[in-house]
Structure formats: structure tokens, C-alpha cells
């Protein structure tokens, strides 16, 4: 386990100063356009995460923390909440969002060297209910003026279009990873585990470099629904909140099960109550329901667990999703309700990304999957100065090389259970590659 934490040297022995106003210049429709905050975002280390227009972008770099091992979590908040002690606060919105933000990524597995990553921005805009604002986050022994919206954003310059892009195996070829998967079944069928959720990757090289703008732009526009995110190079559009942590109330979004779409709207209808009542879905979607209840349960006074769950319809796929939701109670002896980075690494992994019993499933995964899953399926979002936040997966994800910024690596991952098919769940793989292949510039209709 380490723990580095970096910062700009002029930055070091002062604390943030941060300053949060209203803004009016993004308006307050009733249907806000994503494009509104992503169009404000330059080409370089863009954050970002937004869903149906409202959400939060950032850029800039005030301060940096890097963390590995299985403390990463825990290392990282503690950090935080060391800058934070010393912060100058000025902030006039009040929201969730507003004041000092960080956001961050984790790694799927604590021995990955991926390890995980706190960015605490320079300029933060955000939206939401109608509402907009912009923070400034730097360092210095006082607070500056209120700053304006034109002084922090730069001349607009679109997004640059990839250009054709190759895709070549990942770590494991197609038909490896459909060997996977029966190694998998047969783990499962032998009693090591009840599930496992096993991944894959695909390697994409785009003839310019990748703008991660353009693949946020894309996704939000098509996937409205999801999450969209950009943090540390891993962009992407999930349908799956980890968690969310506001004002003491705490909401867990679980997918398992999928089906893909035809593009038929009567067929996916039909498809739909296929899914509903599919029993190896079921099956899936409990265990992954149950170990989020189960997780939540020491930090919650009390639960709501969804007695079925509801089909989600996104442009690709169908999910069976349940939204788990609870309220937040101190820990016996704890002045407050745990963080939602705290929660996130309470929930992690969950059964929907990892397995169970966990444990077991976690060792399967090593043991077969054949690669270095990084932050894929890991925690990624944002938190505040309160400990509320969101954190989701990164799911439907891809990460930029950043010494390569042409090469990408898409992932996709699926649910195992002894009623598994391996070649059914290569085409549900493949299904879950769609979003990032459309953001890279696959057209829809070829999506």
C-alpha cells in the first residue's frame, strides 16, 4: 500500500481556496442539452460527469492523489479530508456539487498497479434542477474575487473527429475468452462459486489522436440515461450507479441480466418480458441485488430492496435493474454518516462486477480471465467537502493511453452463471462494446 499526493509547487504549503457563484449564462431549460456544459471542456484531461444535461465538468489540476492496495479508499478520503481542514470556503450556491469537489478512479482489484486517483480541479461548472454555477479551486493564504464564467473558459475548439479506427484482440481473443467463460461454468457447476462476472478488452487504434470530448459528446447524446464520465483517461457511459450519497440518503442503481436489442421496437418488447422472466437472469440479478443490500446494511437505519426488478431500455441492450435505496445512520461511536467514496469501497466489488462469494470469485477472475482489468469495473464519480457524491462503475468504458493517445482499450463484461452459454455471452460482450464503438465514431445505425 502507498500513498503520493501531487500539486503544482507554488500550491504546496497553501491551502485550496475555493469560491463557488451562481451563473445564468447556461440558461434553465426545462430539457437541458448535455452539449451546454461539455462544449465548455478543452482538449486537455477533460473531467466530467453528466446525465441528461445536468452534472458536473472540470478542468485543470490543483492538486493530485495516487493510492494503491486495498487502503487506496481509505488513503485517498483521508487526504481529502486533511486538504479540506485547511480550505478557504466561500461558497454562495449551496448544492450538491458546489464547494470543493474532487473526482476520482479506482482500480477493479487491489493488487492492481493501476491503484487509483484523486483529481481536485481548478475550474468546476455545474448544473443542476435549473441551476447552474462555476467553482474555482487554487491555493493561496486568501480568497480572490468572484471569477466569471469568460475569464475561465477558453475559445471554443470542436472536438477532433478520430478518423478511422482498427480494432485487434485484447488480451484474449474472441475465441479464448469464449474458453473463458466454460472455465467459468465449470468453477460454478464444481461449487467454487455461485457466479463470476468475467471481462474482456478490445484494443482500437484511431488514425488521429482520440479527443475524449468527442466520445463524451457522442454517448451523452445517445445514452441519456447513463452516467457519462471522464476521469484520468477513462471515458465512458454507465447505466450502473454504485452509489449515490446525498444529504443522509443513500441509492444503489444494480444491473444483471441483459439481452440484446434487435432495433425492433414490437421484438424488444417481446424481448423485454423474455428478460423479466428469463430464470438464469433472475438468478444473476439476485446475487447481485443481495450483496448490495447486504453491504449497505451496517451504514443504513433502513433499506428498501425492490421485490422485482424493472427492465432498463437502453439503445443497445436490455438490463433487469433494481434501484436499492437506504438511510444513512452514523456508526456507533462516528460523529457522522459514512462518505459515499466510503460507501463505494464498502459496495466494491459488488457481485454485478466481480462475483460470489466475493472472495472466491475475485480469485477465479486472476486465475482466468488472463488480464489486468485497471480501473474497468472499478469505482469512478465524484465527491464533495460533505462526503456526498456519486460514484458509478465503469462500465461500457474505455481508457486512452496517455502515451499513445491514438491507441484505446474498450472493455466489456459479463455475469456467469452455471446456466451460461459461452457463446451467448460473447455476443452479450460484444453487445456492450457498442457504446464505445459509436462514441469513437461508429454510426448509430451501424451500432
Not at 4 to 21: C, G, H, I, K, M
Not at 77 to 92: F, G, K, M, N, P
Not at 169 to 185: K, L, M, P, Y
Not at 264 to 276: F, P
Request: glycine share 8%; aromatic share 6%.
Amino acid at each position: 500500500m502507498s500513498t503520493q499526493t501531487s500539486a503544482p509547487a507554488d500550491a504546496v504549503p497553501q491551502p485550496l481556496v475555493v469560491r463557488t457563484v451562481p451563473l445564468d449564462d447556461l440558461g434553465d431549460t426545462a430539457t437541458p442539452d448535455p452539449h451546454d456544459l461539455l462544449d465548455l471542456l478543452p482538449t486537455e484531461r477533460p473531467l466530467a460527469w453528466v446525465r441528461r444535461g445536468d452534472g458536473l465538468v472540470a478542468w485543470g489540476e490543483t492538486m493530485r492523489v495516487t493510492v494503491t492496495g486495498a487502503g487506496r479508499f481509505a488513503d485517498a478520503e483521508r487526504v481529502w479530508h486533511e486538504v479540506l481542514a485547511h480550505a478557504i470556503v466561500r461558497d454562495e450556491v449551496q448544492l450538491p456539487g458546489t464547494g470543493p469537489v474532487a473526482f476520482g478512479s479506482f482500480a477493479f482489484d487491489d493488487e492492481s498497479p493501476a491503484g487509483g486517483v484523486i483529481v481536485v480541479p481548478r475550474v468546476v461548472v455545474g448544473r443542476r434542477g435549473g441551476r447552474t454555477w462555476l467553482t474555482t479551486i487554487t491555493s493561496g493564504p486568501r480568497l480572490s474575487p468572484a471569477p466569471r464564467l469568460a475569464d475561465v473558459v477558453g475559445p471554443r475548439v470542436p472536438p477532433l473527429d478520430p478518423g478511422g479506427v482498427v480494432y485487434t484482440d485484447g488480451a484474449v481473443s474472441a475465441d479464448r475468452w469464449r474458453e473463458v467463460v466454460a472455465r467459468g461454468i465449470d468453477a460454478i457447476r464444481a461449487g467454487e462459486v455461485d457466479k463470476v462476472v468475467l471481462a474482456r478488452d478490445v484494443q482500437a487504434r484511431a488514425e488521429h489522436p482520440v479527443d475524449a470530448r468527442w466520445a463524451l459528446e457522442r454517448l451523452a447524446v445517445q445514452y441519456p440515461s447513463c452516467w457519462t464520465f471522464s476521469v484520468d483517461g477513462m471515458v465512458g457511459a454507465t447505466p450502473e450507479l454504485l452509489v449515490r450519497s446525498e444529504k443522509g440518503l443513500v441509492t444503489s442503481r444494480v444491473l444483471a441480466g441483459t439481452i440484446r436489442r434487435t432495433g425492433d421496437d414490437d421484438a424488444d418488447v417481446a424481448r423485454a418480458a423474455i428478460l423479466a422472466h428469463s430464470s438464469k437472469d433472475l438468478e444473476e440479478h439476485e446475487y447481485a441485488v443481495s450483496s448490495v443490500a447486504q453491504a449497505l446494511e451496517p451504514f443504513c437505519s433502513s433499506t428498501n430492496v425492490p421485490d422485482v426488478p424493472f427492465v432498463l431500455h437502453l439503445p443497445n441492450v436490455l438490463h433487469l435493474a433494481s434501484d436499492v435505496t437506504g438511510v444513512l445512520t452514523a456508526p456507533t461511536g462516528a460523529a457522522a454518516h459514512p462518505s459515499s467514496l466510503s460507501l463505494a469501497a464498502a459496495l466494491h466489488p459488488t457481485a454485478a462486477v466481480c462475483g460470489t462469494p466475493t472472495t472466491a470469485a475475485r480469485e477465479l477472475i486472476r486465475a482466468i480471465e488472463g488480464m489486468d482489468r485497471a480501473r474497468y469495473a472499478g469505482p469512478v464519480g465524484w465527491f464533495g467537502a460533505d462526503g456526498d457524491g456519486e460514484w458509478g462503475i465503469a462500465l461500457r468504458s474505455a481508457a486512452i493511453d496517455p502515451d499513445d493517445p491514438r491507441k484505446v482499450r474498450l472493455f466489456a463484461g459479463c455475469g456467469v452463471v452455471a446456466a451460461s452459454d459461452p457463446p451467448a455471452e460473447l455476443a452479450e460482450s460484444e453487445a456492450k462494446l457498442v457504446p464505445m464503438r459509436y462514441a469513437l465514431g461508429r454510426d448509430a445505425s451501424d451500432s
